[in-house]
């Protein structure tokens, strides 16, 4: 649902010009990482000592309660339903991927950071990991505590938080989750990685203490101005207790907003809680997380982003900010204007990149408009704001990379609600939910080649390097996939009763290896982490896109053949230099200024410049 009313509702503002020459308001670390996005309850579960109970989903869509209830088996089948789930007896699939839990948790993610080192990400954005009976915690119980469930000791946390005044920080208690995620914050920096929450600040779930005590107490709540109740339970005038939830959603209600956006009460509530993570028990800013992601952006009034972003800098004055709005590029320029983002999830950086590369020739754009979309997304916001641009290929809002190359043609990725609803398997039976081919994962590859070597911080979703597929929400969250787990081959389809021949579930390690690759190749070239950048050629006729970076003395050329063939493509390179490209290891002079290089069909080079001194 989420994903889909992110267009429903029109941003203010209209484009707003900077000053040439403005000094840039970034900070400067987030041009060079390379970013990991972690569903945490689908990543791995470290300790299933602290598994969720039938009782810590209550509260969770869907309403009704389980008549029977476990957590899911890791490697098991996606739209299979177990022996509990048929027991339920209903006949709605997403209930029953509502309620599953797999048992991912943050042990997890403390132990999976060697392999996200051996990966080579720098980065991680954790998406929501508050207290919270969801699996996607979206609908938070508070922003103060880790939800229990992703700590060691869930009932002994729960009873430590109930002795608290959840508004007032004075007693706030820190909690065996709360703990943990300190010490996953100390280990990712340690192991030379920041590290990003997501902040739902729009929207309270109904377990959330404010929303509780409101519903028991109605006016008599110190919690009544938090939120935008409609009616409140009068049986002599006839009225029932009613509120706002978000876009109309009961389980997600709405903080409530005035002219300076979210008001008093929770927006002190807000504050603090951010000063807990980013400065956590006065420990200064080295041992917090190193920013945030902040959760439908644009549903809250820019006043209060404006007061929020003083505050985190004040807290940590290389924060880094990144906004979700999904529209078109022009909307979000009021947003980046260095009081309050330093830059967005780049879906519009996506859309250009699958209608270049992936899309059927009738949705393909040419590699003019290709080049003229990405000077529009390199030049239309203030200095620095594209370099530390989030550029993702998928997300948790969105069918896997994979699957929608998979589907390509199924629809326009640009047409965001629509195709919402397009490339979900629960509503659009065309959609294929089956395995992506050879071909498929190869056509992948020439997309990560350019994520690593174009402007701007790409973003891995997790799983994607691995070859995880599947449509849109819920099936792009399917637990990761690791090495010592067995998988089951996937033989139901989306309606959970017919079946069709086993597609293998398994590590693809030729794409891991790839990501690697290109990962340490980026990281590897100052040019490729923070240098400039120029287009070289962009050949509509023969399907060609190619540019350079430089930066810090170091020049990476990337080249890319788009079309069906095998060809030949001469590049301007600097006089009497040698290069290399770094997919094969080819060497090539270029005693004149230029060089002809082959490029085979669908796919790319990458030359460096070598240094003489090295050769």
Known sequence: ??????????????????????????????????????????????????????????????????????????????????????????????????????????????????????????????????????????????????????????????????????????????????????????????????????????????????????????????????????????????????????????????????????????????????????????????????????????????????????HVRHLNPEAYLTAEIVDVPEKTVPYVQGDEFDAEMNYNWAFAAVEFFVDPPAQRIRATEFDAKLRQLRELYPAGVASVAMNLLGSHDTTRLSSYIHNRGAGRYRDWGQFYSLSKTAENPRYSARRPSDADYALQQLLVIFQMTYLGAPMIYYGDEVGLWGGNDPDCRKPMLWPDLAYADEVYGPDAHTTHAPDRVEIRHDLWEHYRKLIAIRRAHPALLHGDYRTLVADDARDVFAFERNGDGDQVVVAFNNSAATLTQTLPLRPGATYRDELTGRVIDAPSGSATVEIPAKWAVVLAAVDPNTR
């Open 1 to 310: 649902m989420k994903a889909r009313l992110l267009l429903a509702l029109l941003l203010p503002g209209a484009a707003v010009a900077t000053a040439p020459g403005a000094p840039e308001f970034v900070p400067a670390w987030a041009k060079s990482v390379v970013w990991y996005q972690i569903f945490p309850e689908r990543f791995r579960n470290g300790d299933p000592a602290n598994d969720p109970r039938v009782e810590d989903i209550r509260g969770a869509d869907p309403a009704e309660p389980p008549k029977a209830w476990r957590v899911h088996p890791w490697g098991s089948d996606w739209f299979e339903l177990q022996p509990w789930e048929k027991q339920n007896g209903e006949p709605e699939l997403w209930k029953h991927l509502l309620r599953r839990r797999y048992g991912g948790d943050l042990q997890g993610i403390i132990d999976e950071l060697p392999y996200l080192q051996r990966l080579g990400v720098t980065a991680l954005y954790l998406n929501p990991v508050f207290d919270s009976p969801s699996l996607h915690k979206y609908d938070g119980a508070s922003y103060h505590h880790i939800d229990p469930n992703l700590g060691p000791d869930p009932a002994g946390d729960r009873a430590l938080m109930a002795r608290e005044h959840p508004a007032d920080p004075r007693t706030w208690v820190w909690t065996q989750a709360d703990e943990l995620a300190l010490r996953l914050i100390d280990a990712a920096h340690a192991a030379g990685m920041r590290l990003i929450f997501d902040g739902v600040f729009n929207h309270l779930g109904v377990n959330s203490f404010a929303f509780r005590d409101l519903v028991k107490n109605q006016q008599r709540s110190p919690y009544r101005d938090w939120f935008t109740v409609k009616s409140w339970d009068d049986p002599a005038a006839g009225t029932k207790f009613d509120y706002e939830g978000w876009f109309g959603a009961k389980s997600l209600p709405e903080l409530r907003e005035d002219e300076n956006g979210i008001v008093a009460g929770p927006r002190t509530y807000i504050f603090a809680a951010t000063e807990r993570w980013m400065n956590p028990k006065g420990r200064g800013a080295a041992h917090g997380i190193d920013g945030w992601r902040l959760d439908v952006a644009f549903c809250i009034a820019h006043p209060f982003w404006k007061a929020w972003r003083a």
